[in-house]
């Protein structure tokens, strides 16, 4: 009888961008669990996955992609926002504690309170190969002057000076992603602020930069939805030079954006 093939598990801090191995593979990948980042997965044939809660947040969007996946016939679970940092997946592998399982990825005896690591072994039996997913849509978007990515990987080199409104976490990725394109502000969902703040560590690290962060609460906007953080976000945590632009702690994403773009002639 021929030997079944070995299925590796693979650790990524991102899904937006995964190698050809990634195809037949377990990946255990720090991103939320909202559509687009389920979409990422499957759209790079990731047999099954294991991604982030973000917190949940607004219209559960932080596992919205669980059920999308399912569609597709692809097993994925989440791990809870306070059992490991979002955007990093050896943190993500060594803590994470499952709190949501998809119905594939429950068949495969994934359940809430394991943890991440022995999920992963599970969804080795997980089926394969699953539906390739339609292309999605526009990403990106323009509303009261400012741009709504999904993604912080979506930003381009026209966005510098610009206020820019993602649906991407704050974690450190998202710093790295974003740094290099200098908008005039930049804003991120929380994911929950999550273990070790990690949902907002880019903030700190772009003000080093003099680039202005902040980021909405995910009970107030859904993450992985760019439009959503801008015109439902209420601001939860701000570094130095947003604050220097007037963003504050409760207050509204789209009223600051407005009031930005007004005096910076993008409206």
Excluded at 100 to 117: D, I, K, Q, S, T
Excluded at 172 to 197: I, K, Q, W
Aim: glycine share 12%; with cysteine.
């Amino acid at each position: 009888m021929p030997l079944s093939p070995v299925v590796p598990v693979l650790v990524f801090d991102s899904v937006t961008k995964l190698p050809p191995e990634a195809d037949g593979a377990v990946v255990i990948g720090a991103s939320h669990a909202a559509v687009y980042a389920a979409y990422m997965s499957a759209k790079f044939g990731c047999r099954a996955a294991i991604h982030h809660d973000a917190g949940i947040g607004k219209d559960e969007a932080g596992v919205g992609g669980l059920a999308y996946a399912d569609g597709l016939g692809m097993a994925m679970a989440a791990v809870a926002t306070d059992s490991a940092r979002i955007g990093d997946g050896a943190d993500l592998q060594a803590r994470g504690t499952i709190s949501r399982a998809n119905r594939l990825a429950a068949a495969c005896g994934v359940a809430p309170g394991m943890p991440a690591r022995e999920a992963a072994e599970r969804l080795k039996q997980a089926p394969w190969p699953h539906s390739m997913p339609p292309a999605k849509g526009e990403s990106r978007h323009e509303i009261d002057g400012a741009v709504c990515a999904d993604s912080a990987t979506l930003l381009l080199p026209e966005d510098r000076g610009r206020i820019v409104a993602t649906g991407s976490h704050g974690a450190l990725n998202s710093y790295r992603a974003t740094a290099p394109f200098r908008p005039l502000l930049l804003m991120f969902n929380d994911a929950g602020f999550g273990a070790d703040r990690g949902g907002v560590l880019a903030l700190p690290e772009l003000d080093k930069e003099e680039i202005a962060a902040l980021a909405v609460a995910a009970q107030s906007a859904r993450i992985g939805d760019g439009r959503s953080t801008l015109q439902d976000g209420t601001i939860s945590d701000v570094n130095t030079t947003a604050y220097r632009l007037g963003a504050r702690v409760g207050g509204s994403a789209l009223a600051l954006a407005r009031t930005l773009a007004e005096k910076s002639g993008q409206s």
